[in-house]
Each structure stands twice: as C-alpha cells, then as structure tokens.
C-alpha cells in the first residue's frame, strides 16, 4: 500500500511563504470563525436576547405568588388569542419579539480596555517607584512599596486626561506617618512634582482607612466682575471658589451669558460668628479690589467708612456717594472719622441695650449696617509714631470687640510684610482671613492658621488666594475684578461694571479737613443723635446688659 503524504496544512513542513503549515492553519481557522462572527452576529444578539427574556420570564415566574399564577396565566392567554385575532397579528408579534430580543442581547457598550497605555503604566510604575523610600521600611515582611515591586497593588484608582495624572487614588501603610505635617508634606512635594507642575492639586488624607486621593484642580475663572450678587442682608461675596467646597451657588452674569458660580459668602452681623475680616497679601494681589467691593456690596444696604492708608485715592470713585459717610487718607482726618465710629458703635450699643429693656424695636438708624474699611493701617500707625500721635489703630478697640452687637462690620487690609506693626487686638478680632498672591504653604498657615489642601498655584492672577472663615476649611479664592473705573489701564467693560454700581449720581466732593458724614435721624428723647462719649467701664456695662437681655 502506498502511504498518502498528509495535507500541507498539517504537516511541519514550511510554506512557500516560510512560515509553518499548522500555524498558518490556525490562522486560517481564527479568520474564518471570526468572518462567522461578523455574519452571523445579529443571530448570536437575537439568540442572547432570548435566553436573557426566558430568565427573566423565570425569574418572574418564581416571585410571582400562587395564587397569582392562575390569573396571570388566563391573561396571557387571553392577549394571545387577541393578537392571533388581529390582522397581520402573529407577523407583529414575531417582529416585535425579535426587536426586543435584539434589543435585551446587544452589547452594553464596548468595554474600555482593561488597564492603561504603555506610556501610562509607564508613569505610574515611575511614581510608585519614586514613593518607595518615602512609604516602605524594612522591617515591613510584606511590604505595599519595595523596590522592583509593581504598582497594581498600591494604586487602587487612577485617571489621564490628555496624557497627564488629574486624579490618583493610592493605599500606603499603616506604619507611615500621617499624622505629621512633615511627612505629609514630603509625600505631597513628591506627587506633586511626579504628577506635572504648572497646576494646582488637592491632597485627601483618609487616616482611617490609610488611604491618599490626589485630584487635579482646574484653575478658578477670572472672568466674573462686579456686580450685585443675590444674596441677603448681611452676606458679602468675598470671591469664588471650588464647586465642590461650598454648598451653595449664585447666578452671575459673564460676558452677558448667565451661569452659576460658588461663592465664598461673609456673614455680618448680631449672629455673626466671624463679623471681622482681615486681608494680607503683597502690592499688586487684589486687596484694594476686595475692599471695594466690599465696600460696593455694603452700600446696598448700609453705610461705608473708609480709610485709605496708602493715600493712593483708589477709593475715589466712591466719594460724595449716597451711603459713603466718609473717605480719609490723612492722618488728622483718618484719626477723628475712627473717633467717630468709635462714638458710634456706643450709641448704637446704648440705644439696643434701652430697647430691649423697654421691649421697644430697634431704630432704624442702629439697625442700618455700618461698614468700617480701613487699607493699611500700618501706614498711618507709622506717621503717628513719627509725630509723637496715637495709634489710629487703638481707636478700632470699641468697633472690633462690640460692633457685632451694634451692627458694625470692620474689614482691615494690609500688606503681609507689616504684620508685625498690626494692632494686638486687630489680629485678635478678625476671625474671618483672607490671604492673597503667591505665598508658600506655610505662610498661608500662618495667617489663616491652618494650611492649605492644595499646592501652590503656578500662576496667580490679581484677586487669587485662600479664605477661612472662623474655623472652617481653608478654601480656594478668586476675588471678582473691581478695579477704580478712573483707571484708564484696566478694561473698560470692568471699569463700566464698577461704575453701574455705585450708587446714586456723585454730587460735589466734600472738603478734605472734615469726614464726610450722612445727615443724622432726628434726635429723639431717648437717644441723642450727636456721638455720645462713653468710658470703658460704661462700655463693659452696657455689653454685659445686651449679653443679659
């Protein structure tokens, strides 16, 4: 018998094109099942819909009661003779049957690929590998970070966008430090620089679980200008922060298109825990602008008193204005307008106190917020100290202790190089801070008192910083432009923002040598409407009477 040779396929011999037969045979094999597929694919989804509809209807069949069967199964039969009834009626039924077996067996969306690129595995490993001497020890039989050892394990999240790191969930051991601002601080550097610099980044410590979540934070708009924000009697809008840091927007209008924006909201007033604000940052970072539109913000409802340290006339615009009771930038006159309000906050301390214990409301004229805006005080304590004078920031005491009560608001701005001349009590009473321009993050915890939960940003715009209020979080901020509408250099639709905000028509300015004060109320007999003199001890008095009532 002669032996037949077996097919080409089969053998081991080579192929004319060199490459084995029984390869080339599989690949043949693979090409065809996978043409099968793509043939035949709508009958394999139509075919998976039906097994999914057969399970459902089982499972439909199992929790349905027993009573309930038989009248289940009397209805059915009846909409089955109904359709076998109508026209065409079993050909709709078919086709409606198909359409929803294609419907319940498609494909529920394409799978992403399981795990990153090369290129993203590639950083990951580089990032676990440069954690490694910062969250092993060697004394660890099992360690999460050792040398050669993969990221899989450590990373249990992780996300790209555009080829770069914008969030990172990882697991560190239990023995690491966490508890130290030192060793968070390392570990936060190291991300930081390994993630890409040139944009901000949030650390979430979770100490209980051991875990770290880095996110990449987009930079705050610096398109919102000034303009009157929706908010109640007492609130101030000092800025705009992060969407998820606060609970709260407001509509604001940019470039004429509305949209919802989260602010930083400072509440003033007799429920106010943080009824004082202080501001720091360096020449150039926004504070005059904070201070103007607080001060724009203030005249919707109150009365604003300014004093300009720095005698540069930003608050020009705001002069002879209704509700403006006086803009100083001497020292003479920056020292009688705080005697003023000093006065003021008495009698307006002495006039709640004899209505309560009269059980009559409060006038008018003392529930009306009273804002007291002073920019760089130290400037004025440095010339007083020259010419032998007083402090003008000791005339601050009775505004700052007792203004909450009165319905009097004081927000103090100056440069964070003159801290050390500040008034012991202007530090002491402003609970509610900002800090504004490039500071490194120990800085901002000195003024705050806490540290921020982002790296710095690499480009800081005018108005941008951090804000806490009382005891609260350290937050991103973004104050709104509100430059001096008499500045030819800032842009005209920002300066006709400011100026469609200042109230009423500017009449003439008053003289230089006198505060410029609003007309009193008519005096009453109970209340003197000319500035009353108290002493310290009446003072106290009358604060422990409110506290009493």
């Given at each position: 018998m002669v032996r037949r040779p077996l097919p080409s396929i089969l053998s081991g011999r080579r192929a004319p094109s060199g490459r084995p037969g029984l390869v080339r045979g599989r690949e043949l094999a693979r090409g065809a099942a996978d043409?099968?597929?793509?043939?035949?694919?709508?009958?394999?989804?139509?075919?998976?819909g039906m097994r999914r509809q057969a399970l459902w209807a089982g499972g439909w069949w199992s929790r349905t009661a027993k009573d309930q069967r038989g009248p289940a199964l009397l209805l059915a039969a009846a909409g089955v003779v109904i359709v076998m009834m109508m026209p065409y009626g079993p050909i709709l039924a078919a086709v409606a049957l198909l359409t929803s077996a294609g419907w319940m067996g498609r494909d529920?969306?394409?799978?992403?690929?399981?795990?990153?690129?090369?290129?993203?595995?590639?950083?990951?490993?580089?990032?676990?590998?440069?954690?490694?001497?910062?969250?092993?020890?060697?004394?660890?039989?099992?360690?999460?970070?050792?040398?050669?050892?993969?990221?899989?394990?450590?990373?249990?999240?992780?996300?790209?966008?555009?080829?770069?790191?914008?969030?990172?969930?990882?697991?560190?051991?239990?023995?690491?430090?966490?508890?130290?601002?030192?060793?968070?601080?390392?570990?936060?550097?190291?991300?930081?620089?390994k993630a890409g610099r040139g944009r901000e980044y949030r650390f979430d410590w979770n100490e209980e679980e051991n875990h770290l979540t880095l996110s990449a934070l987009p930079p705050l708009p610096t398109d919102v200008v000034a303009?009157?924000?929706?908010?109640?009697?007492?609130?101030?809008?000092?800025?705009?922060?992060?969407?998820?840091?606060?609970?709260?927007?407001?509509?604001?209008?940019?470039?004429?298109?509305?949209?919802?924006?989260?602010?930083?909201?400072?509440?003033?007033?007799?429920?106010?825990?943080?009824?004082?604000?202080?501001?720091?940052?360096?020449?150039?970072?926004?504070?005059?602008?904070?201070?103007?539109?607080?001060?724009?913000?203030?005249?919707?409802?109150?009365?604003?008193?300014v004093i300009d340290g720095g005698g540069t006339g930003e608050y020009a615009c705001l002069s002879g204005r209704p509700g403006v009771l006086a803009i100083e930038d001497g020292l003479l006159g920056a020292t009688a307008t705080l005697e003023w309000a000093s006065h003021e906050t008495e009698r307006r301390l002495i006039a709640v106190n004899r209505a309560r214990q009269s059980g009559?409301?409060?006038?008018?004229?003392?529930?009306?917020?009273?804002?007291?805006?002073?920019?760089?005080?130290?400037?004025?304590?440095?010339?007083?100290?020259?010419?032998?004078?007083?402090?003008?920031?000791?005339?601050?005491?009775?505004p700052l202790r007792h203004g909450r009560s009165a319905n009097v608001?004081?927000?103090?701005?100056?440069?964070?190089?003159?801290?050390?001349?500040?008034?012991?009590?202007?530090?002491?009473?402003?609970?509610?801070?900002?800090?504004?321009?490039?500071?490194?993050?120990?800085?901002?915890?000195?003024?705050?008192?806490?540290?921020?939960?982002?790296?710095?940003?690499?480009?800081?715009?005018p108005g941008r910083g951090y804000a806490r209020l009382g005891a609260g979080p350290v937050l991103r901020l973004q104050v709104p432009a509100t430059p001096d509408p008499y500045?030819?250099?800032?842009?005209?639709?920002?300066?006709?923002?400011?100026?469609?905000?200042?109230?009423?028509?500017?009449?003439?300015?008053?003289?230089?040598?006198?505060?410029?004060?609003?007309?009193?109320?008519?005096?009453?007999?109970?209340?003197?409407?000319?500035?009353?003199?108290?002493?310290?001890?009446?003072v106290i008095r009358t604060v422990a009477d409110l506290e009493l009532g």
């Open positions: 043409s099968a597929t793509d043939v035949l694919h709508p009958v394999i989804t139509i075919a998976r529920r969306g394409a799978r992403k690929a399981a795990g990153p690129s090369e290129a993203e595995a590639v950083r990951l490993q580089s990032l676990y590998e440069a954690l490694v001497p910062y969250l092993s020890d060697t004394g660890d039989p099992a360690p999460l970070y050792a040398h050669g050892g993969t990221w899989d394990k450590a990373f249990t999240s992780y996300e790209f966008g555009d080829g770069r790191l914008v969030r990172l969930h990882l697991r560190y051991p239990a023995y690491f430090t966490d508890g130290e601002a030192d060793s968070r601080a390392r570990v936060e550097g190291l991300l930081h620089a303009q009157r924000f929706v908010t109640a009697p007492g609130e101030t809008v000092l800025g705009f922060t992060d969407a998820d840091a606060v609970q709260r927007t407001v509509p604001v209008l940019v470039a004429g298109v509305p949209r919802d924006a989260p602010p930083v909201v400072w509440r003033t007033g007799a429920r106010s825990t943080e009824p004082h604000l202080l501001a720091l940052g360096q020449p150039g970072t926004g504070m005059t602008s904070l201070l103007r539109s607080i001060a724009l913000q203030g005249l919707a409802h109150g009365d604003v008193v009559e409301p409060v006038a008018d004229d003392v529930r009306r917020p009273l804002w007291i805006l002073v920019d760089r005080p130290t400037a004025l304590a440095r010339l007083a100290l020259a010419e032998g004078r007083q402090d003008p920031q000791a005339l601050l005491d009775v608001a004081v927000a103090v701005a100056d440069q964070l190089d003159a801290t050390e001349a500040l008034a012991p009590v202007v530090i002491a009473q402003t609970r509610a801070r900002v800090v504004l321009g490039p500071l490194a993050p120990e800085h901002v915890a000195a003024v705050l008192g806490a540290p921020p939960l982002t790296t710095p940003a690499a480009i800081v715009p500045d030819e250099e800032a842009s005209p639709a920002h300066r006709e923002a400011v100026r469609s905000m200042l109230p009423g028509a500017c009449p003439a300015p008053a003289p230089a040598s006198t505060p410029s004060l609003a007309p009193a109320p008519e005096p009453s007999p109970e209340i003197p409407a000319a500035p009353v003199s108290l002493g310290k001890d009446a």
